[in-house]
């Protein structure tokens, strides 16, 4: 990863201070000749012996430590044991742990792993070792969960003229020039051969070629999407618009990024997207509605709140709320 952020940069320097390359003598095992038998065994050896997961694991398990004595040490001993189980295929070697090294790596390492193996490995709550404030397991609260939500009942009614950049399109001979080149092109043999296992065509240059040709007949690319929006979207209601979106769907998304922002607005009360009609409104229609019913409501309340002061209280009731009864 290269970044220029300066707080980064800091960090590392800060981090990386009086830390020098880990260093010590790799060994490896003796010469053999290259048989056939001796590439198999090291490839099977290269699968039973060459995991590093468990001894990464372990040293996320040390790092997600905040403070412990010779952790740097720990760590030090397990990217030593980790390097030489990456090279094990090739060295057919691997250090065996002295027992007093393996029982101090094991105080550290007996531990759940850190937090944000939740997130990292689908691990579950019970996992893992609970939250603390280790750089990883911060990014928490700094990433916002959203809560992707695809039903179409909140994505509202598709509106192909939210995909337009002008609502109206007339019909002319430019217009039917357009439709029916697009027409023919799209089902030219050229743009069916060479078509992928899901029918999508693999030629860039079929695409441009349709793009170029209409362009011809009009040389305005907003003009010539809004022309085959109204034909394939609207009037045709077509099923396969493949070609189109390769050709034309950046200008769509370039449309309805517009269009978001000119022609609707998100509703304050429940967060909606809703047409604008002026540019004061600020709730949905069924907000809006909800809002001056509850107004007209509290302003029927008042009135009557108001007329009830100025009634007069029978002189007895005012009595008995003075002396008790
Ligand atoms: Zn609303």
Redesign the pocket.
Known sequence: MVVQDPDIVQAAKRNTEKIVPLYYEMKKAGAQPITKENIYDSMILAYVGGNIGQISNDISIIWNEESCENRLDVVKLLCMENNYTIDFAKTLYKPVRPDQIHSMIHRYTKKKVPHFFVYAKDKTEAQVEPINSSPVNRLEYIIPKIKMDFKTQSLGKFDPKMLMRESIVPTNDITQKIIETYGTMSKSDAMKAGRDERGVPRSLYGYQKIIDSLLEICNDIYFVTDVLIKELFIRRKSKRKNIFWMCFGDIVAENIKRNIGRKTGM?V????R?YRESNRQV??K??AAQSRKISNRMAQRRKTAKKSAFKKIPETVVAQQVYGK
């Open positions: 509703c009360k429940c967060g909606a809703f709730m949905c069924s907000c």
